[in-house]
């Protein structure tokens, strides 16, 4: 009977719409919390000052990443899916570079690959905590449009468009440095930076409208050049890569650890005061 009522009323039918709405907001603030206080059930923790501790923290790590794959609810809020996963966008400038002076932006960019993250070791120091932490990706792909100025290995370059580059087989050594701090009574990791170093077997690329159009021939050739000369190539966009990698570790592993509590992950970690002292 009132369904009946509902249908009848465009204005009751707007009101139970808005509700709807209301409702899933609410829902949705309840369920995101600002940390967590309990242990989530995905993570296995591991005791540093106990034998097998790396090998505990490489399958904890592989975990997280797995859930990450799943949808931390918090995290997916913030960055959306982990893959395909959307980046923020990339301005790059580099003079004076004998192989490459770019400018270059780009947009919508999307990258794929992060649900194929293999954690092969996570070392954490016992002495200030950092970590080091080799992950691999059997292939990476970053879908973007883009815009660009300059040379790249002596080749002028203009123009706007559709920009893929792939990645095959990639090595990633994560260096990242943390500092402790209290919240709630747990101790957290605040990533304050990341450094990374890449290895791959193979980058493939394609810049669409290069020259703006121009000419379709030395479009396809200049390509074809960049594909032929791959290491030269990454060589010559390395920091605007290694850039990009960075950031999106950082940004993901900031969110991830002021939400997580390192206690669940490292149950023996120390205290910010334990560990640098009640001073600072
Ligand atoms: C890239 O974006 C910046 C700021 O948004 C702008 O100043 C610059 O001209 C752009 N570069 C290109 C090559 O479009
Ligand atoms: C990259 O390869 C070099 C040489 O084989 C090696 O020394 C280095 O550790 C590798 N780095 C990564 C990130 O795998
Ligand atoms: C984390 O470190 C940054 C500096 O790198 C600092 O600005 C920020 O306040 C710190 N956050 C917390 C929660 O300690």
Known sequence: MSSTRHNSNPLS??????????????????????????????????????????????????KLIDQLHVGIPEIVEKYGTWDPMHVRDIVFKQDNVEVATIRANLTDVVVKGFSQTKIKESRVSKKDFHWQTKIFLPKMRLDAKYKMQGRILLIPL?????????????????????????????TFDNVTAVQVKLNMSRVRTQLDNLFNGRSKEVERS??????????????????????????????IMSAVFHLIPANFFVEDIPTPQQLYGTTT
């Open 13 to 62: 039918f707007f009101c139970g719409l808005l509700a709807i709405f209301w409702w899933n907001g609410v829902a949705f603030n309840v369920d995101a919390v600002e940390f967590y206080t309990e242990k989530p059930s995905f993570l296995p923790s591991c005791r540093i000052y106990e034998p097998g501790f790396t090998k505990c923290s490489t399958n904890s790590i592989q």
């Open 158 to 186: 203009s123009g706007e468009g559709n920009i893929f580059i792939e990645i095959e087989n990639l090595d990633i050594l994560m260096y990242t440095k943390t500092r402790l701090y209290e919240k709630g009574g747990f």
């Open 222 to 251: 200049t390509n074809q050049f960049f594909n032929d000369n791959w290491r030269d190539f990454y060589e010559a966009l390395r920091p605007l890569i290694v850039d990009t990698v960075e950031n999106i570790l950082k940004d």
